[in-house]
């Protein structure tokens, strides 16, 4: 069989579609992944067939969270990845059996299998993104929404958000699917999200709260598996003292002066600090011997090898974390990094950074909370419940489909 395995996001969406990518591979199927462009040259390392699709997102982690886009920019970039995606989608499902739409920009991927008349499933990477009445959506940052606050009840709050989706995506998706052939939808979300959808998420940290509405299969995390060596430098040193505070926001914006603010509170408990750079540039306050600057390493090693994980509760990053047994400090800023921030909070393995900009203060409070010998006991024990198959059970699951 042949699986199309497409996504719109950042490393946090990309990595898993890659992971499930390389599972497909391994037994005897084949699978193009088309994700942004940001990630090809690194796919392709690991044997993954990869076709680029829109523009190059690394760009987005440097604007400012209080710059939106104006309705006339979100109309526009609205038809622009809609386009782009029919475009790429379209050939890159050629010859495929199934398509697989990973999170929830991935727009055109059922109207691709739709017009081709194969199967199709969507994968969410956070139960918080899938409606019900547990909880409320995510917060969407380019449309400046702010989180709820308990004021309004979740079901309302769903049907808020699926008009939204609707006023937001209804023109532009419509379009291509006359072009296509195909008819109008009435629920834009709905069609994308399907009644049965998937949920690639570790059951101990990120658990779907019901079995009902919908019906949610959730196959666990879609984890790469990593045997890189980390970097000489980074080796030496991580044995030239007690373990470190890690900082790192990947490949989404971070907050202005961060990584001085984690030094800050790091160096005031007596922690060295590695800071990586990722897609915001993050840097050193100075030259001294008790922080590193790093770039893209292998985060299952070097996690196992710190005292604390400070980082911005994207799915990727907070199941890596929770799988390594390090405490983490979550700094949300945007859609599902709240869950998971409650989350870590929830399972008393870290701390979750109170709403607002971090201080050195704020965050001395938050690391000195999740450095504490029970937080760090208790890490280690859900560290042994997070799943590594499930790239594996989903991969078995869809090969189930022909």
């Given amino acids: 069989m042949r699986f199309l395995l497409s996504t719109i996001g950042s490393r946090g969406e990309v990595q898993p579609v890659v992971a499930l990518a390389r599972q497909l591979g391994e037994l005897g199927q084949e699978a193009v992944v088309c994700a942004p462009p940001d990630f090809q040259e690194w796919a392709e390392s690991l044997g993954v067939r990869y076709l680029p699709v829109g523009p190059?997102?690394?760009?987005?982690?440097?604007?400012?969270?209080?710059t939106l886009p104006t309705p006339e920019q979100r109309r526009r970039m609205v038809e622009g990845t809609v386009a782009a995606q029919f475009e790429a989608f379209g050939a890159a499902a050629e010859g495929c059996d199934v398509v697989v739409g990973g999170g929830g920009l991935a727009l055109a991927a059922h109207s691709v299998a739709e017009q081709r008349g194969i199967g199709y499933v969507y994968a969410a990477f956070a139960p918080i993104t899938l409606p019900s009445a547990h909880h409320a959506p995510p917060v969407l940052g380019m449309l400046g929404q702010k989180p709820a606050d308990g004021s309004v009840d979740n079901r309302t709050l769903w049907a808020e958000d699926a008009e939204r989706w609707n006023t937001t995506f209804r023109a532009a998706l419509h379009a291509h699917r006359a072009a296509a052939g195909l008819p109008t939808v009435e629920d834009i979300r709905h069609h994308l999200f399907t009644s049965t959808p998937w949920l690639a998420a570790d059951p101990t940290l990120a658990p779907w709260p019901t079995p009902t509405e919908p019906e949610v299969f959730q196959t666990g995390a879609w984890l790469l598996s990593d045997d890189r060596p980390l970097p000489a430098e980074l080796t030496s040193f991580l044995e030239a003292g007690e373990p470190p505070v890690y900082c790192g926001f990947g490949s989404v914006r971070a907050p202005e002066g961060v990584s001085q603010a984690v030094i800050e509170a790091a160096r005031a408990l007596g922690r060295r600090v590695i800071v990586s750079r990722g897609w915001a540039d993050l840097s050193l306050v100075d030259d001294e011997p008790d922080c590193l600057s790093i770039g893209e390493v292998n985060q299952q090693a070097l996690f196992r090898r710190v005292a604390a994980v400070v980082h911005h509760g994207g799915a990727g990053t907070t199941t890596a974390a929770a799988a390594s047994g390090a405490p983490q400090v979550v700094v949300p800023q945007m859609f599902d990094q709240f869950y998971f921030a409650d989350r870590v909070d929830r399972l008393g393995i870290g701390s979750a950074h109170p709403a607002g900009e971090p201080t050195a203060d704020s965050l001395l409070a938050a690391l000195r909370h999740a450095l504490e010998r029970?937080?760090?006991?208790?890490?280690?024990?859900?560290?042994?419940?997070?799943?590594?198959?499930?790239?594996?059970?989903?991969?078995?699951?869809?090969?189930?489909?022909?």
Avoid: Q
Avoid at 56 to 66: C, D, N, P, V
């Fill in 56 to 66: 190059e997102l690394r760009g987005t982690a440097k604007r400012s969270a209080t």
């Fill in 374 to 402: 029970d937080v760090a006991g208790r890490a280690r024990t859900v560290a042994g419940a997070v799943r590594t198959d499930g790239a594996l059970i989903a991969a078995r699951r869809l090969i189930d489909m022909r």
